[in-house]
């Protein structure tokens, strides 16, 4: 089964709106945690990564925190901008650390 | 510098023929990875390179699948017998670590294979 599960979309929301996606992850242990994005026409780019328990990840004023009491990994942002709009893709490490589990992405979409 | 990238961007082709992606990874990266997208759902691990040698590729889904790596460069995925159900865009990755923990991942712009 899916060993990332990952808020579903499509999400619509207005430019300067707070933004949350919802990622829980199953694993044994504690493996890296990542949020990809993919923006319309590109491949996928990683935009931050947490390797271990209490770790934030931050990048381009998006923020994810490794909770591993609650095996989350959600991510947040204040304030999103049209440019924001791209789907996007939580993932853990496997177990032995050569590939990567991704939840379904989320799609969101910023308007003016 | 370079990034990932994958030839054709966009394969078209007919149920039971024989189709060959191309990947030419990140100058320098050790690792590759393939990985599979399905519409709608996220990447698919597929095959995992270190070197020449395929460390892992516990996710190719049957046998009309292989990759190779002669060089320890260039990688190129390889299927037989192609059936509809394998259309969908494969995807390349490169990193400099062979698979640590803290190894980042760079995908390339994937090709998108649809099968008639």
């Known amino acids: 089964g899916n060993s990332v599960t990952q808020m579903e979309g499509p999400v619509t929301l207005s430019e300067e709106a707070f933004l949350t996606i919802n990622c829980t992850y199953t694993?044994?242990?504690?493996?890296?945690l990542f949020w990809y994005v993919q923006y319309p026409g590109e491949g996928l780019q990683l935009l931050l990564k947490?390797?271990?328990?209490?770790d934030k990840g931050s990048n381009k004023g998006f923020e994810a925190t490794y909770r591993k009491e609650t095996t989350s990994f959600h991510l947040e942002k204040g304030s999103v901008q049209v440019s924001d709009s791209a789907v996007y893709f939580c993932?853990?490490?496997?177990?032995?650390?050569?590939?990567?589990?991704f939840g379904t992405g989320t799609r969101l979409t910023v308007i003016p | 510098g370079a990034g990932v990238s994958q030839t054709p961007s966009n394969k078209v082709t007919e149920k039971g023929k024989y189709v060959e992606l191309r990947c030419d990874p990140i100058?320098?990266?050790?690792?590759l990875y393939w990985y599979r997208q399905s519409l709608g759902q996220g990447p698919e691990f597929l095959i995992y390179?270190?070197?020449?040698?395929?460390?892992?590729d516990s996710g190719l889904p049957n046998d009309r699948f292989f990759a190779v790596r002669p060089e320890g460069s260039v990688s190129t995925l390889k299927i037989q017998r192609t059936e509809r159900g394998d259309s969908a865009v494969y995807l390349c990755?490169?990193?400099?670590?062979?698979?640590?923990?803290?190894?980042?991942?760079?995908f390339g712009p994937g090709t998108r294979l649809t099968v008639l």
């Open positions: 990755a490169s990193s400099v670590l062979a698979g640590g923990e803290t190894d980042t991942q760079y």
């Open positions: 694993a044994t242990g504690y493996p890296s």
């Open positions: 947490a390797t271990k328990a209490d």
């Open positions: 993932a853990r490490a496997g177990t032995g650390a050569n590939n990567l589990f």
């Open positions: 100058s320098g990266h050790t690792a």
């Open positions: 390179f270190q070197g020449t040698g395929a460390a892992d």
